[in-house]
């Protein structure tokens, strides 16, 4: 016994050293791990899967006799992502058509569910032709992907549906990633690292995955529904290209391209033209944005703005659908949406697989007069206002009456909009403001949702009032008293609690809602809540916390740093913002690295006022240095880092291992922070008195702290150059 | 010089710094991640480290990892896991602890790998304050050793024998613990406090599943054993052995289960017991050291150190695998610096997160509950507090900095007056929602102690049992075989607590108060003062203080926050690693 575990263990030691020293391949591994575990049980299995028939979060039961499909407690952890308010799917009659909706969270009607469903506005249609004979089932989950929809295709069809109607699409770029083989992604990073614009490469394998894609998604779905009586309807989503900006990190992410200086100079003077409204030199600085990098959507999106302009609504939508495509060149995350390059061949699958099809973008045209989609179909990038719903599921309508009877029906209803509950369109717009705001979408969008939420209801603003006032301040929302505005209130509960962590002092979002305050006089203490919570007298206040860090939610650098024990950042700037009494300077104190060094300097900057510049380094350093008085502001103050461009294209060295790997090609970390703070010099002997504060910070009017961006970028953009 | 020790990847992982010989920060990462004994790197602590230490990471010495992986996977491989499972790949990564060391705390110096039972002998012997000492570690397992005996001179170790997997106490104890229906590594200890009322029926029965060896040596009969599985650590034989199915989980504990739990500590104790006898033999030493998950076994900590030939007994508070981060980390810095580390014998366990009284107001501020500030008036506090308690009342303590290691001990304490015949239940059922046969801690002064306690030394970590004198009623605080697990303070190290002791001595003439961690069942004890205020909320306690601050309990106000703590959760269920089961990976 003894020495069959001594001989075993040698094995074992001898295995264990060279596994850590990298030198046993998988072959050799296996090959002794055979011989180890020949006579021993297999490795622990994870458990088996129930034979227990399901759809989705819902199990068979037999209820007086009846085969239902019931809400099953097992799955209460997916229950958010589900129709909230079905709890049985009864056996289905035979009297009755049913209509099964599958989809993704716009196919749900996000921001207006569980009050207002695309499935319920169908049936309401359908019952209009049909009478009550036909009914929808709403099979709709958020954040379902290509794969999780067919499997669901499938359990539905103990629902005995006589039509599957299925709006996706949304969230297929993990999908469509997923289709590059291995061979094609050292393809793709070979392109990439070879610097050379252009990439024709890449597109190419990019749209052949987007059919690839699209073929497998149909070759599974013809299968599953082969030999069934079933009408089929896929809905083609569309983009609100009008309205739905890239954010600033998807604005800042370049290729690693040598190219990358000259991309940024013209950026920056492109940025000046648009300041000058010189609309012709901005198209042709934007065409060379696009030579220089096809890959980036600024290019595309300032040359459509001239195309807008110029009333060639046609070219502005190629080239806002272009834009709009950028995003699978991004491995990092980003607002999930749908590629136009997808379109074709779900069209062409379509057509050979006896499968009804309605395009989204060309109903929205129609209803706008050949104008694009825009704020009023879009809450944000993809999830559909009242109106938006209403026509994609009249679109839908006619085309099962039509497969059913064979009718070009024209169904006439009222406005959804007109007969809505004013509360519920309100409450959707407060979330589709604070939604776009964590997508980094400019204060003007997120305005006019505040703004449409207010007209919608006015007894919004008290729920505006509460939601500021937790934002600033440090109580966690769970014990907030603030929250408790919300409690009860079951639309605002969904989507409000988990935006905490993005609740910044300092955000297009708060402006918006203080302005708005301040217009009907509920935002005179502000102020003075910001000063109290967040003061950084005597103390070291940590600017590493999503607090006080600018990033949006879609940021990268945010989402490491859940994960990491320091801040990643893939902009050219990191901006953090933090609240002075304006009585005295301020020590900061920074430790941060480069990774790969450069020999130019990193800068740091408050409030458009460069501090100090520092050697990138590529090991962590720690610097401290006074902010004066004189930069300072009374109120909110930005710092911001800004990194340097790394010297040539990156990630060279690195052999890649998977698809993944692409993303420290596409999106290398230009700096990284261990440790961020500042803390004003002296203890404050009172408190700051509010009469005087509140002629200096004005915080809340919107108007004060908002500098001239453009310009900024700009002067910081060719210095960064020089 | 500044070394930081780091446990992490298999169970309760912690991050602690030896800054110059002394000891200064530590925590396990489940306080501040909120996630119960979190495995993941110690992210979070080792930020709080570099802030207790006012350094930063480039002031970082050394990195010490409380154990080697490549004899740890050496290990994994032996009982037959596949590494080539992509997820085990992960988990099984001899080089993961550097790469996530690099990548996620972003750390550029030396790492050094310290072997897991030499980091829990170190934890143990170099904060002992002992010359010289034996040194005995016994846990479920680490890279092969499950037992080492060794011994300390001075700041160096020098490990003796050991005895490797699969033949472990800590394994088997852990295996009887799963077969009575409770959670491995966690369920332990409620095992022990079930034991006082068994009777040790099944001892001769249990005697068949170990066999004793020479020396240190014993070994397990793994016909009843299954390690690996990863579904359940005992076979069928066990059961055929016991007579009886394995207890389910939350289901009737009968007499059977209760003779089992005696008979299983009976047995660990027996065994500890020669064991010791037989390292006394070889080091000839008075001192012994313990550590190691079977040393948090308080029972036979104090069983052994009785009927032992050892004089003195050391544990530290973090006997565990947390534990480990501190025990690697001296190893380092007595191995650097030539020297003893500074802060031995370890005083303290107040080595977690603190916050400063402006702080907690701010979080108070935006709440819906009201509180007494008592800034400046500290004794008027205690003396409120007090009278409350003598009241009957049951309440939340947060002051200071956190304990580092699984107990409460007078910074994050739910105290309540143990003379009290009903407090038990009370506490039982609205506070811990737990099975109830467990008993409660008294915290005493440590000059008190010897009038209530068979115990003739400080106590201060809660690591040893012992008997309650007659003629002293203390219901709540005493087991049924008249035990109790002491913890004992003096002013030096917790002056607001033993401050409080002799406010409520004061009233009730009894220096003595109930104490025990401040969480509900299944949560980490609560870190800061935000989770103090849910913890308080949720358990219905009925007084907090936390700092300078009172709260008494407001129906009113605490159902507002309940209404706004149970709408949260319920709308919003936070992702939890998942753990999965006993694979002792
Ligand atoms: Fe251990």
């Given amino acids: 016994m003894k020495e069959n575990f001594n001989s075993r263990k040698e094995l074992t030691d001898s295995m264990a050293n060279a596994i850590y020293h990298g030198e046993m391949s998988n072959e050799k591994i296996a090959g002794l791990l055979s011989k180890l575990n020949k006579d021993s049980k297999s490795p622990p299995n994870r458990e088996a899967k129930t034979n227990e028939k399901k759809v989705g979060i819902f199990t068979l039961r037999n209820i007086d006799g009846e085969n239902c499909f019931v809400r099953d407690q097992k799955f209460k952890a997916d229950f958010p992502y589900w129709n909230k308010t079905m709890n049985v799917i009864k056996e289905k009659s035979p009297k009755k058509k049913r209509v099964v909706?599958?989809?993704?969270?716009?196919?749900?009607?996000?921001?207006?569910?569980?009050?207002?469903?695309?499935?319920?506005?169908?049936?309401?249609?359908?019952?209009?032709?049909?009478?009550?004979?036909?009914?929808?089932?709403?099979?709709?989950?958020?954040?379902?992907?290509?794969?999780?929809?067919?499997?669901?295709?499938?359990?539905?069809?103990a629902l005995s549906p006589d039509a599957f109607v299925i709006y996706a699409g949304n969230n297929w770029k993990q999908s469509v990633i997923a289709c590059l083989t291995d061979a094609e992604g050292y393809e793709i990073y070979r392109e990439l690292v070879s610097g050379k614009p252009g990439y024709a490469v890449i597109s190419t394998l990019v749209s052949k995955a987007f059919s690839r894609m699209v073929d497998i998604f149909f070759?599974?779905?013809?299968?599953?529904?082969?030999?069934?009586?079933?009408?089929?309807?896929?809905?083609?989503?569309?983009?609100?290209?009008?309205?739905?900006?890239?954010?600033?990190?998807?604005?800042?992410?370049?290729?690693?391209?040598?190219?990358?200086?000259?991309?940024?100079?013209?950026?920056?003077?492109?940025?000046?033209?648009?300041?000058?409204?010189?609309?012709?030199?901005?198209?042709?600085?934007?065409?060379?944005?696009?030579?220089?990098?096809?890959?980036?959507s600024l290019g595309y999106e300032w040359l459509a703005k001239c195309k807008l302009a110029a009333g060639d609504l046609k070219s502005a939508k190629k080239l806002l659908e272009t834009a709009c495509q950028t995003a699978i060149y991004r491995v990092t995350s980003t607002s999930s949406r749908f590629f136009v390059g997808l379109k074709e061949p779900i069209v062409k699958n379509c057509h050979a697989n006896k499968v009804h099809y309605v395009t989204m973008d060309e109903v929205f045209e129609q209803h706008l007069n050949g104008g694009l989609p825009d704020r009023t179909l879009f809450l944000d990038y993809s999830h559909l206002t009242i109106k938006g719903i209403e026509l994609s599921m009249i679109a839908c309508a006619k085309t099962l009456i039509k497969a059913w009877s064979g009718a070009e029906a024209e169904p006439q209803i009222d406005s959804y909009e007109i007969k809505c509950d004013p509360q519920m369109a309100s409450t959707a717009h407060f979330l589709a403001a604070m939604h776009n705001n964590l997508c980094g979408q400019s204060f003007e969008i997120i305005d006019y949702h505040c703004r449409k939420a207010f007209e919608y209801d006015k007894r919004i603003l008290s729920k505006m009032n509460a939601y500021i006032r937790m934002s600033l301040s440090k109580t966690p929302w769970k014990i907030n008293k603030e929250s408790l505005a919300f409690v009860g209130n079951n639309l605002i509960q969904m989507g409000m609690f988990r935006y905490e962590p993005h609740a910044k002092i300092?955000?297009?979002?708060?402006?918006?809602?203080?302005?708005?305050?301040?217009?009907?006089?509920?935002?005179?203490?502000?102020?003075?809540?910001?000063?109290e919570e967040h003061t950084i007298s005597g103390e070291e206040t940590d600017l590493l916390t999503t607090k006080y860090a600018a990033d949006s939610m879609l940021c990268m650098t945010e989402l490491l740093a859940k994960e990491k024990g320091f801040y990643s950042e893939i902009k050219l700037e990191s901006k953090f913002y933090f609240v002075a009494s304006f009585q005295h300077s301020v020590l900061a104190k920074l430790t941060y690295r480069v990774p790969g060094g450069s020999a130019d300097k990193i800068k740091l900057v408050v409030n458009g006022k460069l501090q100090v510049e520092l050697p990138a380094h590529p090991k962590w350093s720690t610097h401290s240095f006074d902010i004066p008085l004189s930069d300072l502001q009374s109120g909110i103050n930005e710092l911001s880092i800004h990194w340097v461009l790394p010297s040539s294209g990156t990630g060279k060295n690195k052999p890649m291992t998977s698809i993944t790997d692409l993303n420290e090609v596409i999106s290398p970390v230009l700096g990284e922070i261990q440790a961020l703070s500042v803390r004003e010099e002296e203890h404050l002997l009172s408190k700051p008195s509010i009469n005087n504060l509140s002629e200096v910070i004005n915080i809340f009017s919107g108007e004060e702290i908002e500098r001239d961006r453009s310009g900024d970028l700009f002067v910081e953009g060719e210095e960064l150059i020089i | 010089m500044n070394i930081i020790g780091i446990s992490a990847f298999y169970h309760d992982s912690a991050c602690c710094l030896i800054k110059d010989g002394a000891l200064i920060a530590a925590a396990q990462e489940e306080r501040f991640s909120r996630l119960k004994n979190d495995p993941g790197l110690p992210v979070k602590s080792f930020k709080h480290c570099l802030k207790e230490g006012k350094i930063s990471i480039n002031d970082v010495d050394r990195i010490a990892f409380y154990e080697n992986p490549v004899k740890k996977l050496s290990r994994q491989l032996w009982c037959g896991y596949n590494y080539l499972d992509p997820e085990l790949t992960k988990k099984m990564?001899?080089?993961?602890?550097?790469?996530?060391?690099?990548?996620?705390?972003?750390?550029?110096?030396?790492?050094?790998?310290?072997?897991?039972?030499?980091?829990?002998?170190?934890?143990?012997?170099l904060f002992s304050g002992y010359e010289s000492s034996a040194i005995l570690t016994v846990d479920g397992v680490g890279e092969w050793a499950t037992t080492t005996y060794a011994t300390g001179e001075q700041n160096s170790i020098r490990i003796m024998e050991e005895v490797c997997f699969?033949?472990?106490?800590?394994?088997?104890?852990?295996?009887?613990?799963?077969?009575l229906g409770f959670n491995v590594n966690s369920g332990e200890y409620k095992v022990m406090g079930l034991a006082p009322y068994g009777k040790p029926v099944y001892l001769d029965l249990l005697l068949k599943v170990i066999?004793?060896?020479?020396?240190?040596?014993?070994?397990?009969?793994?016909?009843?054993?299954?390690?690996?599985?990863?579904?359940?650590?005992?076979?069928?034989?066990?059961?055929?052995?016991?007579?009886?199915?394995?207890?389910?989980?939350?289901?009737?504990?009968?007499?059977?289960?209760?003779?089992?739990?005696?008979?299983?500590?009976?047995?660990?104790?027996?065994?500890?017991?020669?064991?010791?006898?037989?390292?006394?033999?070889?080091?000839?030493?008075?001192?012994?050291?313990?550590?190691?998950?079977?040393?948090?076994?308080?029972?036979?900590?104090?069983?052994?150190?009785?009927?032992?030939?050892f004089k003195r007994l050391f544990v530290p508070p973090a006997a565990n695998d947390a534990g480990g981060a501190q025990g690697a980390a001296a190893v380092v810095y007595c191995q650097l610096s030539g020297k003893k580390i500074s802060t031995s014998p370890l005083k303290t366990t107040y080595l977690g997160a603190s916050f400063s009284d402006k702080e907690i107001e701010i979080v108070l501020k935006n709440t819906s509950l009201k509180g007494v500030s008592y800034?400046?008036?500290?004794?008027?506090?205690?003396?409120?507090?007090?009278?409350?308690?003598?009241?009957?009342?049951?309440?939340?303590?947060?002051?200071?900095?956190?304990?580092?290691?699984?107990?409460?001990?007078?910074?994050?304490?739910?105290?309540?007056?143990?003379?009290?015949?009903?407090?038990?239940?009370?506490?039982n059922q609205m506070v811990k929602k737990r099975e109830?046969?467990?008993?409660?801690?008294?915290?005493?002064?440590?000059?008190?102690?010897?009038?209530?306690?068979?115990?003739?030394?400080?106590?201060?970590?809660?690591?040893?049992?012992?008997?309650?004198?007659?003629?002293?009623?203390?219901?709540?605080?005493?087991?049924?075989?008249?035990?109790?697990?002491?913890?004992?303070?003096?002013?030096?190290?917790?002056?607001?607590?033993?401050?409080?002791?002799?406010?409520?001595?004061?009233?009730?003439?009894?220096?003595?108060?109930?104490?025990t961690s401040f969480n509900v069942r299944g949560e980490p004890i609560v870190n800061s003062p935000a989770d103090a205020l849910i913890c308080f909320s949720v358990a219905n306690l009925d007084a907090l203080v936390i700092g300078d601050t009172l709260i008494d309990r407001n129906q009113f106000q605490i159902d507002e926050l309940n209404k706004l703590i149970n709408c949260f959760d319920s709308t919003w269920v936070p992702v939890r690693t998942d753990r999965g089961v006993y694979t002792f990976i």
């Fill in chain 1, 101 to 157: 909706l599958l989809g993704e969270s716009v196919a749900r009607g996000w921001l207006y569910e569980p009050l207002h469903a695309p499935a319920e506005v169908l049936e309401d249609i359908l019952h209009q032709h049909f009478s009550q004979d036909i009914e929808v089932v709403d099979l709709a989950v958020t954040s379902i992907n290509a794969r999780e929809i067919l499997e669901l295709c499938e359990e539905a069809l």
């Fill in chain 1, 219 to 296: 070759i599974q779905l013809k299968r599953i529904t082969s030999g069934r009586n079933l009408e089929m309807v896929f809905i083609i989503p569309a983009f609100n290209l009008m309205d739905f900006q890239s954010s600033e990190i998807e604005k800042e992410m370049f290729m690693p391209n040598l190219k990358a200086r000259a991309w940024m100079q013209a950026r920056a003077q492109g940025l000046n033209f648009l300041e000058k409204n010189d609309l012709e030199s901005l198209a042709k600085l934007a065409q060379e944005l696009i030579d220089l990098n096809s890959f980036h």
């Fill in chain 1, 506 to 531: 300092h955000s297009a979002l708060l402006r918006s809602i203080g302005k708005i305050l301040r217009e009907n006089n509920l935002a005179e203490d502000l102020d003075v809540i910001l000063l």
């Fill in chain 2, 93 to 125: 990564d001899p080089r993961r602890p550097e790469k996530e060391i690099r990548d996620k705390l972003g750390y550029e110096g030396k790492i050094e790998f310290v072997d897991h039972h030499l980091s829990h002998a170190a934890s143990s012997f």
């Fill in chain 2, 166 to 179: 699969p033949d472990s106490l800590g394994l088997l104890y852990s295996a009887i613990t799963n077969y």
């Fill in chain 2, 211 to 309: 066999k004793p060896g020479t020396n240190g040596q014993f070994s397990l009969n793994m016909d009843y054993f299954d390690f690996t599985s990863g579904t359940r650590m005992f076979t069928e034989k066990l059961e055929a052995l016991l007579g009886n199915k394995p207890r389910k989980k939350e289901s009737e504990l009968l007499a059977f289960h209760l003779d089992i739990a005696k008979s299983l500590q009976v047995l660990l104790q027996d065994v500890l017991l020669e064991k010791s006898k037989y390292l006394h033999s070889i080091t000839g030493k008075e001192n012994l050291c313990l550590a190691g998950g079977v040393a948090l076994n308080c029972v036979a900590n104090g069983y052994i150190l009785r009927n032992g030939p």
């Fill in chain 2, 375 to 427: 800034q400046g008036r500290r004794e008027e506090l205690l003396n409120e507090t007090a009278k409350r308690l003598a009241d009957g009342k049951v309440i939340g303590w947060f002051q200071g900095r956190a304990e580092f290691g699984p107990r409460a001990l007078g910074s994050r304490s739910i105290l309540a007056d143990p003379r009290n015949p009903e407090m038990r239940d009370r506490i």
């Fill in chain 2, 436 to 515: 109830s046969f467990r008993p409660f801690a008294p915290v005493i002064p440590e000059e008190k102690c010897a009038i209530y306690f068979e115990l003739d030394h400080p106590s201060p970590f809660m690591l040893e049992t012992c008997s309650v004198k007659p003629f002293h009623d203390l219901p709540a605080i005493t087991h049924v075989d008249n035990s109790a697990r002491v913890q004992t303070v003096n002013r030096r190290d917790n002056a607001m607590l033993a401050d409080l002791l002799s406010a409520f001595e004061k009233i009730t003439d009894c220096p003595i108060l109930l104490n």
